[in-house]
Each structure stands twice: as C-alpha cells, then as structure tokens.
C-alpha cells in the first residue's frame, strides 16, 4: 500500500520544484550489535548491523544498515548510520542510500531524522534529494515513516 501526496513548491528559480510526500512502515529484521571499547564503560560506543523490511512509499525487502551508537547511560544516547535501501520507491525501482541521525530515551522511544545521500540514487531513482523521519514507540511492531522527496524526471 502506498501512501503518497504530490505537492508542488515554489523555489528560488523560475522552475517549481515537485515535491512528493510518501509514507509507510517498516519493521526490523535482524539487529546484531557489539561494543566499541569497553563494555561496561560509561558513556559506551556499539556498534549494529540492522537489517530493516520497509512496505509502503518505499519498497525494500532488505536493507543494509550500519549504525554507530553512543550509550550516555543504559537506556539514552544517540546515534547515526548509513542505510542502504534497494527496491523500489511510490513504483520506480532503484536504490538510495539515506543518511541518519536520531537519539534514544529512557521511555524506550525512538527519534530519528534522515536524509539522501546526495547522488546516491541509481536506475529510475538517480537524482533522488529528500529527506524524512520516524518516532518509535515501545511495544509497536513497525514503524510510520514519513519521506519528502524530489529530483525526479
């Protein structure tokens, strides 16, 4: 299922740019972590091989992820990781790579921005610019994202 809405935004030049919003879920396939250093120090690094199922605006049966994540205690910190996203996007195949930054919280949610690595995109998602986010809540399954994008023919 996909969920998208076509806007058009006006931008500095005399061109409007066409701005897609899609939205969906994913959920996580594998998450393989180990520590950076030491494990019981305090803050700690890790490090994690996720593994995601995304359905959808965008269509990635199974993503590459690799993430760096900094513990300030056992349950907060942040992190950011690079996510390779091969598929198809609102029915254009291609992959992307998405770059991301987000915190965790002592409730056990999740926050998290992202945005395309600039010329990331092959096949029919070359020229791909975009960016987008997602909020965990604990005991949820999947995850809603939202995804803005442009730079498609």
């Not at 803050?43 to 993430?67: K, Q």
């Not at 349950?75 to 609102?90: C, Q, S, V, W």
């Not at 919280?105 to 975009?130: I, K, Q, Y």
Request: with cysteine; net charge negative; proline share 4%.
């Amino acid at each position: 299922m996909t969920d998208s809405t076509t806007t058009t935004t006006p931008t500095t030049s005399t061109t409007p740019t066409t701005i897609t919003i899609t939205t969906g879920r994913f959920t996580s396939a594998d998450w393989q972590e180990h520590p950076s250093g030491a494990a019981d120090a305090s803050p700690r690094l890790a490090r994690a091989r996720v593994t995601n199922e995304f359905t959808g605006g965008i269509e990635a049966a199974a993503t590459v992820c690799e993430y760096t994540l900094c513990y300030a205690t056992e349950k907060t910190g942040a992190f950011n990781g690079l996510e390779l996203l091969t598929g198809r996007l609102d029915g254009r195949t291609g992959a992307f790579v998405v770059e991301q930054r987000g915190t965790f919280h002592e409730d056990g949610s999740v926050r998290c921005a992202f945005e395309v690595v600039p010329d990331s995109g092959t096949g029919a998602l070359a020229g791909l610019r975009g960016s987008g986010s997602f909020v965990t809540v604990p005991g949820e399954s999947a995850v809603s994202y939202t995804f803005e994008y442009h730079g498609l023919g």
